[in-house]
């Protein structure tokens, strides 16, 4: 049977890895979206309407989670047995710590700079730099997997949620100053 | 007993199946009826060649009198005389009056959270006066396609929440009509332009309507509508670009602000048809008789009046940098931007729009039709007109999910943007030892703390088993369907006993108050209730006798063994036989009997289905 028994890879036919192919990716996620979606069962039964409302729902967090380098890895993990506590996690790597401050500091900072955007902009470039820097660190983990390798991931893992949510702050100081113009 | 016609498989239906079905665009000033006719999509206008029916609603002692004429007695019946009910619905009477724009009318203390506007047909609700609309509508659609509408495609604003998309439902329900799906605004825009120019790539639609304002940003990619982001301000419309107007002319004309709700509302009148002249003119002519008897003159040219609404015009350009920020875009990835909305005719509009996308705008299908248009085609595929395959449309939640947690702080459990249907679970656990109940608070909104958002929902868990402090676990799984409309479904993990789950509608109306103005409006109409009940049904058991033995005819052979197809084919045909008698109830009965009996077969149906999408790319590429 299809669907519930499925990991996410093997749902949208593509092998499991950190590696994945974008456009294959999305013409899975556009091809299964066809067939499932509630828009095929605008007339049908209402039992077969709730169905199609949970699968278009699963195939949706699928494609969410093998979209995105975090949740894609953090799914990987725990397909490996590896369950990653969110919210308490953090990192002890004191040399990566002290480089977010500084992160913080300059993004802070641009408020009030002249133009603040394009501050935020450069600063955005080195974020986005860095971030996909870990990207191809964490494919090299998965690669065999080892004990060892998946610790490593893991502590990837942390501080790529400390580089998202630099940039998800950013985007809010930018919301925040389009709000003031 | 009547016999099961089967068609032959893999054969479409006769061509004389063709079934009728319409797009509504339910707007804040005016509102549209389309349909597919010959393949072609195109609004329908009224027996003296009209297409807009203005959203205006009169009631007098026994009458309720919707469009032309009721707007032409707004300035002189203004309290029995509803426009833009559209602001008002799904919001309670504080919210209006925090919008600083609750309209003038008298309203009725109650104690539910709904406003009701005292009329002399009585107190009515803002999805009552919707629903009168629709009936307009859903007749000249009637009237003009020659039968019985078989469902309806509504749009709404994307960025309406729960409890105005849940109230445009209501209206529906109220008004009789079936609802294929709610639609929102940009999207149906988007496929009005798509399906005919096959354009691929990303565009933006920037939809700006008399009352509401909505920024889309989506891919076409072969058939595939995918809503990247969407944003915008559900209380920002062409009402206001009026409103600043009239204002101004007060000010010109020494009016003070405690002018009766005639003058405010003449005032309206003339500030519309002021911007209306001024996107061809460059100035225009005011006259405005004083209640002193005298009469005062003066001119507008388009430069003043662009000064007046510029702030209003550049408001709108903040949600367009929210969308583009939360489609991961730029700027530069745009191909063109599609201008929906009568307010997008306002020159200063265009200009302001084309240079921050810095892309073309396009315009070429009337702003005012193009909604409905769209919504059309989309009825029409929902209905079963056209191959499933052709199109599908992937649409985004507008504002994030959350819940209340300690002190107030919302913990959000579906953000923003993300693409819809969407199921995500939380879970909970209890505070104190023996814990039996918790109530949970469900909000809409991106702030931080519960005040600042909308409260949607309220409910208890309860008959959770007796446990110590922290020891059970509570999922509770939150979801929103492809109508946008937000569902909860709670359970206890460790003992597996399902929690009741009691959602109290924030600012809709309760069922109960629903039946109610169903069975008033069933007086009002002279129809039958139990009439329309078996004909519910019927229409029911129809729909679900034609939906089976076009799967049985299908793939019942492969999927079914010939015990289980003998006993689907004896209950569906106890359901025809059914179906043509007139009791209500036990049809009720039949369908859900045969949903049950059919469960297997579906979702059997479904994984078959998906294999077959998926076949021909695991096997050489999945080894």
Redesign the interface.
Known sequence: ???FSKNYF?LF???VGYIIDKSQL?E?Y???????????F???????KR????????I??A??TLKDPIERGRYLLSLNGIEMDVQQETTRDSVFLMEQLELREELEAARAKPDPYATIAELMVEVNQRFSNMVGEMAVQFESATPEQLEAAREILRKMQFMQKLRHDA?EL??EL??A? | MALLQLSEPGKSQAPHQQRLAAGIDLGTTNSLVASVRSGVAETLPDTEGRHLLPSVVRYTGDQRIVGHAARSAAVSDPLNTIVSIKRMLGRSIDELNSLGSLPSYHFTHQESAVPRIQTLAGAVSPVEVSAEILRVLVQRAEETLGGPLEGVVITVPAYFDDAQRQATKDAARLAGVHVLRLLNEPTAAAVAYGLDTGSEGVHAVYDLGGGTFDISILRLNRGVFEVLSTGGDSALGGDDFDRVLARWIMQQAGLSDDVDHTMQRRLMRDACAAKEALSSAGSVQLAVELPSGDCWRGELTRVQFEQLIMPLVRKTLTPCRRALRDAGLSVADIADVVLVGGSTRVPLVRILVSDFFASPALGEIDPDRVVAIGAALQADVLIGNKPLDEMLLLDVNPLSLGIETMGGLVEKIIPRNTTIPVARAQEFTTFKDGQSAMAVHVVQGERELVSDCRSLARFELRGIPPMVAGAARIKVTFSVDADGLLGVEAREESTGVTASVEIKPAYGLSDAEIGAMLRDSMVYAEQDMAARRLREQQVEAERVIEALQAALASDGDELLNSEERASIDASLSKLVDLSERNDPAQIKAAIEGLEKQCESYVQRRMNANVRKAMSGHSVEEFK
Not at chain 1, 51 to 58: G, K, P, V
Request: zero cysteines; proline letters at 4%; charged letters at 35%.
């Open positions: 049977m299809l669907d093997e036919g593509l092998p999305a899975r556009r091809e299964l979206q066809r067939v499932v979606h509630p828009d095929r605008a007339n049908a039964s209402e039992q077969e169905l199609s409302l949970q699968r278009a729902a699963r949706n967090q494609y969410h985007e930018e919301a389009d709000e113009l």
